[in-house]
């Protein structure tokens, strides 16, 4: 089966710096992949989104990369805010498969 | 709100007592779909489904987990004979199938603490 993982890493980052989150995937079949953010009490949010067709896609302050030869994938945020600050999630696999997340923490 | 609401957000319950969790999709989406989240991890596959047909199980599933959707709008997760193991957020996520795309939007979840 797919992994999910057994422990968060964390980011720490200064208010205003850029934020790059990485995510691996083991599913080469995988042809969508989606970025999700989680706050705390709340369920995962999208956030962006990119085909395999692609290797970048630019949003509103963030990017998504794609590699497809390592199977890797990675979330850009620009000039990191506050309001950032949640687990973060890769969602592949038929889109049933979630990575193990990062909690992403701004400081002040 | 027409976003997906679940219901209720917790619940405490005993060790052998079966639960019940209710899920309202947004209105239009055709793909509901259940996962199990614990402290620390990403959201895990239960099951979906397209419209009314169960369409995927995982093998978390176990026997005592059964998942409906009767008229294709809201979805019922029973656990029977719960045990301490099963305590977990409970989520529950809709779609709408378009273009191959499947950005899911997640409800708040049900909390679930076995005792």
């Known amino acids: 089966g797919e992994s999910v993982g057994l422990h968060l890493p964390t980011l720490s980052v200064q208010e205003g710096d850029n934020s790059i989150i990485n995510c691996a995937y083991s599913?080469?079949?995988?042809?969508?992949f989606i970025w999700y953010k989680q706050e705390s009490g709340k369920g995962p949010q999208f956030i962006i989104d990119i085909r395999s067709n692609m290797d970048k896609r630019q949003g509103q302050r963030v990017t998504v990369l794609l590699n497809k030869t390592v199977k890797h994938l990675s979330l850009q945020i620009a000039a990191t805010q506050p309001g950032d600050s949640a687990v973060y999630f890769c969602n592949y696999g038929q889109n049933f498969v979630f990575g193990p997340g990062t909690r992403l923490s701004v400081l002040p | 709100d027409t976003g997906v609401s679940q219901d209720p957000r917790h619940k405490i319950t005993k060790r052998g007592q079966n639960v019940t969790f209710r899920c309202d999709p947004i209105?239009?989406?055709?793909?509901l779909y259940w996962y199990r989240q614990t402290l620390g991890q990403g959201p895990e596959f239960l099951t979906y489904?397209?419209?009314?047909?169960?369409?995927?199980k995982s093998r978390l599933l176990s026997d005592r987990f059964s998942a409906e959707r009767p008229k294709g709008s809201f979805s019922t997760l029973e656990i029977q004979r719960t045990e301490q193991g099963d305590s977990a957020m409970y989520l529950c996520?809709?779609?709408?199938?378009?273009?191959?795309?499947?950005?899911?939007?997640f409800g708040p979840g049900t909390r679930l603490t076995v005792t």
């Open positions: 996520a809709s779609s709408l199938s378009r273009g191959g795309k499947v950005e899911q939007y």
């Open positions: 489904f397209q419209n009314e047909a169960q369409l995927e």
């Open positions: 599913n080469s079949a995988s042809d969508y």
């Open positions: 209105s239009e989406h055709n793909r």
